[in-house]
């Protein structure tokens, strides 16, 4: 029987330590073989449902590439030529869906509403429910953050990865790939830093549940409003701020975000006050020029591809545990 077989793949705050554990150990032998041109059927006579809400490359790709190589089918589905257009239910489509496959996936960010629809969609569907991104939680992306951050490093505990990002309540974007890191990441001993200019808290609830997860692991969780602060002796740094979420903001709103918190980019300033190691990380897509210098992305200190390969080997652990036979 699958370890994991018809677990709901949400948040990974649902999943024990022990199963993020097996789904890396997987994730890492499926990259192995993916790269010794090994076999890996295990979901043959598998289908998947992978709706998207939103744009995407990384995760889209990843899942479509990751059902292939492990002998299913993966269709794609942009919900804006299904009947959820025309108002059709999560509960309905959920329903259905689930009669014709073995997973559902899906991405919807739209905020304080995707989450909601995701949890919706779960209730009412007999095979596991993916989520490839909500306005909460990115769990494929911490997953594959963690993977990347291991098998670059020797040893998660007591390594100083900061988070820096600028999230505002009155934009109302998604905060999935923060909040998911500020929780995931203190789980592994991790001491966390979180940057990020005044005003642009998180909830509460994740603030004190990063904590929390700090406390019964061994890690540590701290918030700073000093970008500074934040970049000296990390080991890691993932810099994501509000140059990349302006894209749909109005000039006026661009402008002034770009003069307000022109100090929060990625520069190789910046960089210098890190460990002469530290690896730079980005969930991208990254607004080059506006939140990172080229050369701090593309410099000896980036491990972008790197990350975003990973998306592959991670999605590939998450469905052939979920839903096939591994
Ligand atoms: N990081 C990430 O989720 O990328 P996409 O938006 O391209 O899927």
Redesign the pocket.
């Known amino acids: 029987k699958p370890l994991f077989k018809g677990k709901h793949f949400i948040t990974l705050e649902e999943w024990k330590k022990e199963e993020i554990d097996k789904l890396l150990e997987v994730s890492k032998e499926l990259k192995r073989k993916f790269l010794n041109n090994e076999p890996t059927d295990y979901l043959t006579n598998k289908t998947a449902f992978l709706m998207f809400f939103?744009?995407?490359?990384?995760?889209?790709?990843?899942m479509e590439a990751g059902i292939a190589h492990l002998g299913g089918h993966g269709t794609f589905l942009d919900v804006s030529t299904m009947q959820i257009s025309h108002g059709e239910s999560a509960k309905d489509t959920a329903t259905i869906l689930s009669s014709y496959g073995h997973g559902i996936a899906c991405?919807y960010c739209n905020w304080g509403i995707g989450n909601k629809y995701i949890r919706e969609m779960a209730v009412n569907s007999t095979v596991p429910i993916m989520n490839?991104?909500c306005d909460i939680y990115?769990p494929?992306?911490g997953l594959a953050d963690l993977m990347t951050i291991q098998e670059v490093t020797k040893t998660t505990k007591k390594l100083k990865v900061s988070i820096i990002w600028a999230y505002a309540k009155s934009h109302k974007k998604p905060i999935s790939?923060p909040l998911t890191q500020i929780l995931l990441f203190p789980r592994y001993g991790i001491d966390v830093t979180l940057a990020y200019p005044k005003g642009y808290d998180l909830p509460d609830w994740a603030v004190e549940q990063a904590r929390k997860n700090a406390e019964e692991n061994g890690g540590s969780f701290k918030i700073t409003h000093d970008m500074k602060e934040a970049f000296t002796n990390a080991d890691v740094v993932i810099p994501k701020n509000w140059g990349s979420w302006v894209n749909n903001q109005s000039t006026a709103v661009i402008d002034d975000l770009l003069e307000s918190y022109k100090g929060w980019k990625c520069t190789e300033d910046m960089m210098k006050l890190a460990s002469p190691n530290v690896y730079y990380m980005h969930?991208?897509?990254a607004d080059r020029g506006n939140e990172v210098e080229d050369s701090v992305i593309d410099g000896k200190h980036s491990i972008v591809y790197q990350e975003?390969e990973n998306?592959l080997h991670t999605a590939k652990a998450v469905m052939a545990m979920t839903m096939g036979n591994k």
Request: proline content about 5%.
């Open positions: 939103e744009a995407s490359t990384r995760t889209r790709n990843s991405r490839l991104q990115h494929m992306q790939v969930a991208l897509p975003a998306r």
